[in-house]
T-cell receptor, first 111, second 115 residues
């Protein structure tokens, strides 16, 4: 059973545009919702994370929006740059430190 | 460079064999996590150790086992290998334990190919 569903699978955005990636989760007992960025040939790297008692968190050009009632959260990348081209994974972390990842979104930012 | 090292970088072995993957966490990090990344299964959490003790268990097969040693390095042992075990195996270390378990620094991974 997939705990976290992520969409879209791939995304192409023009430089300067907004990239939006969505995730939905099924279990209510999660403590954290992080996003990771992965470049080809590298391990994932933490981008930003949010707790379920917060509706929005912003760090630079990256914003997480969290909708607890809908069990959905999304990553917004403002002013997208070619250097943002990577695969993005959302995740949900339980109180028991169980990690559930989305299937990933391949983002391409066109110059 | 995350500061997490993994060896070997690549490993090619045959079905039925056993391999050991090694991970050295960042200096001072007590938590080590293991993940498997494959095209069909995506990124899957396997297991977590904290200061030598198993802390959380994910989708780890019974054929797989791990341990964390007193010097905090960790090893993931994969036995009776099957073709489907071919994947990238990542190790990550975390400095903050329960306070922010998602704050992890991933190693470069070990690519395992089972033939």
């Amino acid at each position: 059973q997939q705990q976290v569903k992520q969409s879209p699978q791939s995304l192409i955005v023009q430089k300067g545009g907004i990239s939006i990636i969505n995730c939905a989760y099924e279990n209510t007992a999660f403590d954290y919702f992080p996003w990771y960025q992965q470049f080809p040939g590298k391990g994932p790297a933490l981008l930003i994370a949010i707790r379920p008692d917060v509706s929005e968190k912003k760090e630079g050009r990256f914003t997480i929006s969290f909708n607890k009632s809908a069990k959905q959260f999304s990553l917004h990348i403002m002013d997208s740059q070619p250097g943002d081209s990577a695969t993005y994974f959302c995740a949900a972390v339980s109180s028991g430190n169980q990690f559930y990842f989305g299937t990933g979104t391949s983002l391409t930012v066109i110059p | 460079d995350s500061g997490v090292t993994q060896t070997p970088k690549h490993l090619i072995t045959a079905t039925g064999q056993r391999v050991t993957l090694r991970c050295s966490p960042r200096s001072g990090d007590l938590s080590v996590y293991w993940y498997q990344q494959s095209l069909d299964q995506g990124l899957q959490f396997l297991i977590q150790y904290y200061n030598g003790e198993e802390r959380a268990k994910g989708n780890i097969l019974e054929r797989f086992s791990a341990q964390q040693f007193p010097d905090l390095h960790s090893e993931l042992n994969l036995s009776s290998l099957e073709l489907g075990d071919s994947a990238l195996y990542f190790c990550a270390s975390s400095p903050r334990g329960r306070a922010a378990p998602y704050e992890q620094y991933f190693g470069p991974g070990t690519r395992l190919t089972v033939t």
